[in-house]
């Protein structure tokens, strides 16, 4: 809860901090030396139960008092006012901490939230989001408000992560309690979607120096990224690997994002200089990956995203870059290579007098890593090129006041000015099993045959119908209408043997899906309209009509829960085992770790372990701290089952192993 409080307020003061000098300072809870914290006081209230923050500002950061300094001291009073105005939040007046602030449900555009608070009518809820990693809870992210003990997020992007916080206020006082802890969740992924987490191949990611050429192999798989320069390394280049091959060799990648994280940027001690970029290197333009000429000189397919300025790296906050529509295929490129390599290069040169501007980024392993959850990231958003299907209908039909015409297809007004129908019915069982295949997208495609006066104002509207027979004209008139299918369509911009595009939209998807899972027939039904009047209008439609349906093979539902999760101590480590998921679909287990609550999303937490085994360790858990555990069960797609929780007691013996 502390570094929930503590976490906020820095990013609040970050906040205010950027708006005057577009500074981003980093959050992190790294213990800064004792001597340059000495005198603050820091420990002191910390003991009485006071937060207390430092702010580190190094003594190289502010080489000119009359431009830097005054610009630091301004940019931090108005951070301290937005501190100080909270202050009265964490009274005993202001209204209690929100409890139990969960993911109930998530969609691919909509995260539903809840929590425990009693309602009264003096009290009501703010809610924040935002996408980006330790990010300020103000009016900018500030999404929601509500009285009730739910909140429903919708119109978001699909397979996107998202971060929530919530605060109670006092309609009277207006008092607000603290914030609760952040929870996180990725909206699932659109029909056509899949996604992967590809993490940097540790035996070739790591940094070459240019005074280090012979120490350069041991920078791989177990050190840092250092990037940038300095005196004693000179030009340092950070180089990331990506093994491609579980994407599928057809995938379309529509997304893209480079997650790395900073550790340390005290060795960036040149206030507003250089930059930070990240190129994908052209495949096979170098030989040796720790040869700092090689990579150094290699070629560049492309530069990804915008480089990060120097008052732009975020010490203990995640950096990404986000890849174009055209970097997205030129990645794509790489998947027949099984593999895209990544340079991330700093300043390469010092101003005179200078010593350093390095900047330090985690990999994840080694004595210095901070766990596999900081390890440099792709998260790649694809889907695949779609299977096409052509049905024909079994049924064509024109319904008049008169008579029914079989194998004939018309539709408009007749002599007497009532209206024409024209019926088709589709049979869906020719389409692919439904658990296995997603429908992405769907059309009639129809044209007419004859030509139509052309200031005829008659417009046509395709109707999905549920109908039991059509053996009347009542009962086509006494249809009950599902939902139309695309626009209408002017009788008079109808031309001869030109196609007309029905298009189904995602609620008439939705019910083609439920008509093909119950092995029920496509009934549409062409309606004419008109405002002015119409007799004699009739348009023949030409027989060669086409249900047109793609679809990609696609999993629908999620594995089964994970069974019997256990929690042993094996040589004092927290070790988690659980019943394997017999299933030919499983890929893997997504394993977190969450201090505050049960984790009901897979990412609602610090990610301990991803493959195919059924136990792991939490090495960097405390075994003095309650916390709760989640194992989830995935597939390739990938569908999370839901989550196996089991509560970690400091309190309790478990069952130990030497």
């Given amino acids: ?235 340092c280049d950070g180089v990331v690997t990506f093994d491609l091959s579980t994407l599928p060799k057809n995938a379309i990648i529509k997304r893209a994002r480079f997650y790395i994280y900073p550790m340390n940027r005290v060795g960036a001690k040149i206030e507003k200089f250089g930059e930070w970029s990240l190129s994908l290197l052209e495949p096979n333009s170098f030989s040796d990956i720790s040869d700092f000429n090689q990579i150094d000189k290699a070629p560049a397919k492309t530069l990804i995203g915008q480089a990060i300025k120097s008052q732009h790296l975020t010490q203990g906050i995640w950096n990404f870059w986000d890849f174009s529509q055209k970097e997205c295929e030129l990645l794509q490129e790489e998947i027949k290579n099984k593999k895209a390599v990544f340079r991330l290069d700093g300043p390469k040169y010092l101003p005179d007098g200078e010593d350093s501007q390095m900047m330090q980024f985690d990999i994840g392993y080694g004595k210095f890593g901070g766990g596999i959850h900081y390890r440099p990231m792709l998260d790649i958003v694809y889907t695949l090129e779609p299977e096409v299907l052509e049905l024909r209908p079994q049924e064509l039909s024109t319904i008049s006041k008169d008579r029914v015409k079989e194998n004939i297809l018309e539709s408009g007004f007749d002599k007497d000015g009532d209206k024409v129908y024209g019926y088709m019915s589709f049979d869906l069982s020719k389409l692919p099993d439904f658990e296995t295949t997603m429908i992405t997208e769907c059309a009639i495609k129809i044209k007419s045959k004859n030509r139509i006066n052309k200031k005829s104002d008659v417009r046509f509207y395709l109707e999905l119908v549920e109908v039991d027979e059509v053996g009347s004209y009542e009962d086509i008139k006494h249809r009950e209408k599902i939902e139309y299918i695309g626009y209408e369509v002017a009788q008079s911009d109808l031309k001869p043997n030109e196609y007309q595009f029905f298009k189904f939209d995602t609620l ?151």
């Fill in 1 to 235: 809860i502390e570094g929930t409080d503590m976490n906020v307020i820095a990013a609040n003061m970050n906040d205010e901090i950027q708006k005057v000098t577009g500074r981003k300072y980093g959050i992190h809870r790294g213990k800064p030396p004792a001597a340059l914290i000495h005198g603050s006081g820091r420990e002191y209230y910390y003991s009485k139960g006071i937060l207390s923050l430092v702010v580190e500002v190094g003594t190289k950061n502010i080489p000119d008092y009359m431009k830097v300094m005054s610009g630091s001291i301004k940019e931090n009073i108005a951070a301290l006012i937005k501190t100080f105005s909270e202050v009265i939040n964490y009274s005993p007046l202001a209204p209690r901490r929100v409890d139990n602030f969960r993911v109930f449900d998530v969609g691919a555009q909509s995260v539903t939230l809840s929590w425990d608070y009693e309602l009264r009518e003096d009290i009501y809820f703010e809610i924040y989001r935002s996408t980006l990693d330790k990010d300020a809870c103000n009016e900018r992210t500030l999404v929601g408000i509500t009285t009730k003990n739910y909140y429903i997020d919708d119109q978001l992007e699909s397979s996107t992560n998202y971060n929530y916080t919530i605060r109670a206020v006092n309609k009277k006082s207006t008092l607000k309690s603290p914030f609760a802890p952040v929870v996180k969740a990725r909206t699932k992924l659109d029909d056509d979607e899949f996604f992967k987490f590809i993490f940097a191949s540790q035996k070739e990611t790591g940094y070459v120096g240019e005074y280090t050429q012979e120490r350069n192999r041991s920078h791989f798989g177990v050190n840092s990224l250092f990037v940038g320069v300095n005196k004693s390394k000179g030009v």
């Fill in 508 to 658: 008439s998807r939705k019910v083609l899906d439920i008509l093909h899972q119950n092995n029920k027939s496509l009934k549409l039904v062409i309606k004419p309209t008109t405002a002015l009047g119409a007799k004699n209008q009739i348009t023949q439609w030409d027989e060669d009509v086409k249900l047109i349906v793609k679809y990609v093979p696609k999993r629908r539902k999620a594995l089964q829960k994970v069974k019997n999760l256990k929690i042993t101590k094996e040589k004092g480590i927290i070790k988690l085992t659980w019943d394997r998921v017999e299933d030919e679909n499983l890929k893997g287990y997504y394993v977190v770790r969450n201090r505050f609550h049960p984790p009901k999303h897979f990412l609602d937490g610090v990610k301990l372990y991803g493959g195919k085994d059924n136990f792991t360790y939490d090495k960097f858990g405390s075994l003095d701290i309650e916390k709760y555990y989640a194992v989830f069960a995935y597939d390739n797609v990938p569908n999370f089952s839901e989550p196996a929780i089991i509560k970690y007691d400091p309190l309790e013996s478990y069952e130990s192993k030497c």
